[in-house]
């Protein structure tokens, strides 16, 4: 363990996961120095974060962004803009970790670009490997760039198998069931935007919130699960445990089951993937066996929740229906989120653009940008005609 703090870089500072990882930064002074900031147009908040950590460079995704930022940040703090600005930072020199915090396939470019200088990624995006994860794992192997999960499931399983790959038998994903678990098919009918914010154990920005409403969250987890730890969709289950107790499972050969237990605070998975193999106090209150008294399992019911079974699907045919499936949801969800489509929509709009894709099945990285483009204007054009 060097004594030197590492040098992180946090693309998203001013999402959720941004700001619970700056929180980690600030317990531990010692450990992390926060070198690099992006967010895509929050420009106040960019200001007072960059005012605070006195980055080397700041990055803001919208270009019209630029000038406001520049013009407010003193001394001499470089300002970058535009998804070539987010892969400068992610890319720059003295950066140690890259923290991809960004909400969509905005993500990937500057994860590549931190793959290339070899920079330890420290992955809260699941676009990344659910768009490109084939490209993205084979990088991070040829330039020998560790992907650190951040999502809690991810960092359940990459803990547990610490030392035990080679006995894997199933990954054991748990769900918590979202807002919505035990709705009825005409409950879910009649389900609000504010209705599926409330997320019942985590607190996360409004787009994952409304994917673990729909199970959509959970089947971006299996196709992240399926390329950051190389196993099969059949050897990849998924159990609704509505506590979220345990934040996921392996199962090894000999029929033992190894779980990851804690309260529902990301900070914990967050400053894991930072302090990666080192393990640092945390303020994250703990578990008390005695008052939780009992957790519950039940099988997921696709009926209600189609998405999960749709992302299981366009994980086995891979090449670009993922990314399809992504930038269709992503559109969907953005669209119920402004209020122009209703819950069940979002599940129906995806499962459109998906029949009338064809897919492309080893896709270059232009390829994904080109349908992910396209699966967005096609999915706004069919909800703008009601279909
Ligand atoms: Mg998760």
Redesign the pocket.
């Known amino acids: 363990m060097s004594n030197a703090p590492c040098n992180v870089v946090i693309l998203g500072s001013t999402g959720s996961i941004g700001k619970q990882a700056l929180e980690v930064a600030d317990l531990h002074p010692d450990r992390f120095k926060v070198v690099g900031l992006a967010a895509r147009d929050e420009v106040d908040e960019l200001v007072l974060q960059a005012e605070k950590y006195r980055p080397a460079m700041v990055a803001v995704g919208k270009p019209d962004s630029y000038q406001p930022l520049k013009s407010r940040l003193r001394g001499d703090c470089q300002v970058t803009a535009g998804i070539e600005g987010m892969c400068q930072l992610a890319g720059g020199d003295d950066v140690d970790t890259v923290l991809v915090a960004v909400s969509g396939s905005i993500g990937i470019l500057p994860t590549l670009a931190a793959i290339r200088r070899s920079r330890r990624i420290a992955l809260a995006n699941k676009e990344t490997l659910v768009a490109a994860g084939d490209m993205v794992m084979s990088l991070a192997q040829e330039h020998q760039a560790p992907i650190i999960p951040v ?3 991810h960092s359940a399983i990459f803990q547990c198998l610490a030392g035990e790959a080679a006995h894997l038998k199933n990954l054991w994903l748990t769900a918590s069931g979202g807002p919505f678990r035990d709705f009825t098919q005409q409950e879910l009918t009649g389900v609000t935007v504010d209705m599926a914010l409330q997320h019942p154990n985590w607190k996360m920005g409004p787009k994952i919130t409304v994917d673990s409403a729909t199970l959509m ?1 959970k089947g971006l ?1 299996v196709i992240e699960a399926h390329h950051l730890f190389d196993v099969p969709y059949e050897r990849i289950k998924v159990v609704i445990h509505k506590e979220s107790v345990i934040h996921s499972m392996v199962e090894l050969v000999d029929g033992a089951f190894l779980g990851h237990l804690g309260v529902a605070d990301m900070r914990i998975p967050i400053q894991y993937a930072l302090s990666y193999p080192d393990r640092l106090p945390s303020p994250a209150a703990g578990l008390d066996f005695n008052q939780i008294g009992a957790i519950h399992f039940q099988r997921p019911d696709l009926q209600r929740f189609p998405l999960l079974g749709v992302a299981y699907e366009a994980g086995r045919v891979g090449g670009t229906l993922p990314a399809v499936m992504n930038a269709a949801n992503e559109t969907a969800v953005h669209k119920f989120l402004a209020g122009q489509i209703g819950f069940l929509d979002i599940a129906r709009l995806v499962e459109k653009v998906l029949e009338a894709h064809s897919v492309v099945i080893r896709p270059q990285l232009d390829d994904i940008f080109a349908v992910d483009g396209w699966a967005r204007a096609y999915c706004c054009e069919l909800a703008e005609k009601g279909l």
């Open positions: 999502d809690s499931e969250n987890e």
